[in-house]
């Protein structure tokens, strides 16, 4: 359908999809890409063509990352006997701005929820279990929202792993109710760090 | 807390309208079908963001309109503080100081209300759901915090309802629910039966003032034994959650529905020892929500809060010494009182002379004099109250 208008509207239509941006400031973003020298658009254009190519998910923390395992997993100054367990890939840089962790990471890729026909099936979880069976884990930091999805999750994932040996504890105080990882402070996360506790 | 100054934007019927509020009393009066109860319905939409007579919010905004608008100037110990509620394409805006907020928690430290309307007789004869949404809603009075805890709480029961709804139901994932639902659940319940401690003495007080006769009472059926102040009330209360639970599960499963939790908790009202939803009569049930609503106050009062009172279409079905009774009360209160009725005549001298009687007219009210003269000719020179925006 976009492929009838004119290439402008057609640039402000794909803009338009982004979570966030509307009508308005997809006409902005157009013009001002038109104001730019021609290697800009360029630029912009074969960046964002790349993507989906470039990255690819770590097999090691499930991560969206541009190599596997991911700079992370193969990171030697990192320790491997804590992992932290994130919804989903922007929550890490949440934590790693904190300063407060130097683990490793898993990404579940979402939360429990039955209400979206979403299970622990459909979550990275067998990945995570694998991980701790290979040994060296000894304690994993559950930092799921502080909602009931992710609550839950906290719970279920609790009940799975503390019988293989490891300690699990959540993510508590700092962040405020309904506020999600990703958009909280950082001192507010460091704060949630220090105040985790035993699940 | 009190409400200084409202205003309006296409809400109902209202184009565009504003009017000082600067009273104990404001007294919103008029004929039939002129706006006064959509006045007030826009002060309990601040006071506790929905309506009480339409669901869909799109539906309130002025027909033909595309955005609604509401603000006030709040008084209270945070200060004086504007709020604004707007609603445009199917969503809401909150504004606290012309600042946008998702922080509900804020909001309601700002403003919040009771509210009184002839259909809440409900609470007393209608079914379970209505009497559990009365406690949390004074719970919430005299605690903004209880508004996130009993939304957490359904939002958990529907997630558990949607997981035992779609067999074959994982027992992993069903256990981390349950661990949920108790811990949700006791939460809810230590507030409720703490709700209920703090209103059952200003409930009956305000009944005994009110109707002059018959004693009542309020239990919150199952866990009338439980002692909700004391710190053994958590442990207690998930104890016997998760008993239940493991009782029903079988149930439960085979029906495939959520049978145990504080959802279906029953608060009693009882009646000289009797269930009042069979064996009070309208006019007594009447009476009984408004010592109910007396009594949400009293508690909220005494844990440090002061709702604004809205009481909707006053005079419908009182007697004329209950409405003595009631209006004495009313002048007492330190709360803010706001209500609608069509004959002010009704409501005595002591309350008349503490209120501000605002004439509503095609949507917009219009200030008149404590004894029937404009504010014009009270107070020659100063700008109307009731202007246009």
């Known amino acids: ?199 | 807390m009190r409400l200084e100054r409202l205003e309006l934007g296409d809400w109902r019927n209202a184009a565009r309208t504003a009017f000082d509020s600067d009273a104990g009393v404001v007294v919103l009066h008029g004929e039939n079908g002129q706006g006064k109860t959509n006045l007030l319905e826009a002060v309990w939409m601040l006071g506790a963001l929905r309506s009480f007579r339409e669901a869909r919010v799109g539906r309130l905004v002025r027909h033909g309109r595309e955005e609604a608008r509401i603000a006030a100037v709040v008084v209270g110990r945070s200060g004086r503080r504007r709020l604004e509620w707007r609603w445009r394409g199917g969503a809401r805006t909150l504004l606290v100081d012309g600042v946008p907020t998702r922080d509900l928690g804020a909001w309601f430290a700002i403003l919040r209300a009771v509210l009184f309307c002839p259909e809440q007789v409900g609470i007393v004869r209608g079914g379970p759901a209505e009497r559990r949404a009365f406690l949390d809603r004074a719970a919430f009075a005299a605690d903004p915090g209880h508004l996130e805890v009993a939304r957490a709480y359904r939002r958990a029961v529907r997630q558990r309802a949607a997981l035992l709804a779609a067999p074959p139901v994982d027992p992993d994932q069903l256990a981390a629910w349950d661990a949920d639902l108790v811990a949700r659940g006791a939460e809810l319940v230590r507030r409720r039966a703490l709700a209920v401690a703090a209103l059952r003495e200003p409930f009956r007080e305000a009944h005994r003032a009110l109707a002059g006769a018959g004693e009542v009472d309020l239990r919150l059926r199952g866990w009338a034994e439980l002692d909700a102040a004391s710190p053994a009330a958590i442990p207690a209360i998930r104890e016997r959650l998760a008993r239940l639970l493991e009782e029903r599960r079988p149930e439960e499963l085979r029906q495939g529905r959520v049978l145990v939790g504080p959802h279906r908790d029953e608060l009693d009202i009882l009646l000289d020892g009797r269930p009042a939803r069979v064996h009070a009569s309208q006019g007594q049930a009447r009476t009984l929500v408004l010592a109910l609503k007396l009594a949400e106050l009293e508690a909220a009062r005494r844990a440090g809060e002061t709702p604004l009172f809205l009481l909707d279409d006053l005079g419908g079905e009182l007697d004329r010494r209950r409405m003595e009774r009631l209006t004495r009360r009313l002048v007492a209160l330190p709360n803010q009182v706001w209500l609608t009725t069509t004959d002010p005549g009704l409501l005595g001298g002591a309350l008349r002379r503490k209120a501000k009687l605002l004439e509503v007219a095609g949507g917009r009210a219009r200030r008149q004099g404590r004894r029937g003269g404009t504010a014009a000719s009270r107070r020659p020179g100063g700008p109307p109250p009731a202007r246009r925006a």
């Open chain 1, 1 to 199: 359908m976009s492929q009838d208008l004119d290439p402008l509207r057609r640039v402000v239509a794909q803009l338009a999809r982004f979570p966030g941006i509307g009508e308005r400031t997809a006409t902005r973003l157009a013009y001002w890409l038109l104001r730019q020298p021609p290697e800009t658009a360029r630029e912009i254009g074969e960046a964002v063509a790349g993507l989906p190519d470039a990255m690819v998910t770590c097999s090691v923390c499930c991560d969206i990352a541009a190599t596997d395992p991911c700079r992370r997993c193969s990171d030697p100054r990192r320790s491997d006997e804590a992992i932290c367990v994130v919804e989903r890939p922007q929550d890490i840089a949440a934590i790693e701005q904190s300063g407060g962790f130097h683990g490793r990471y898993h990404v579940l890729h979402g939360a429990i929820s039955p209400l979206d026909g979403v299970g622990p099936d459909d979550l990275r979880v067998r990945e995570l279990v694998a991980r701790i069976e290979a040994g060296g884990v000894v304690e994993v930091v559950v930092a799921t929202d502080p909602d009931v999805e992710g609550d839950a999750t906290a719970l279920y994932l609790a009940r799975l792993l503390k019988p293989l040996g490891v300690r699990v504890t959540r993510l508590a105080h700092g962040i405020a109710v309904g506020t999600e990882l990703e958009y909280a402070d950082r001192s507010s996360v460091a704060r949630a760090l220090e105040n985790r506790r035993e699940l």
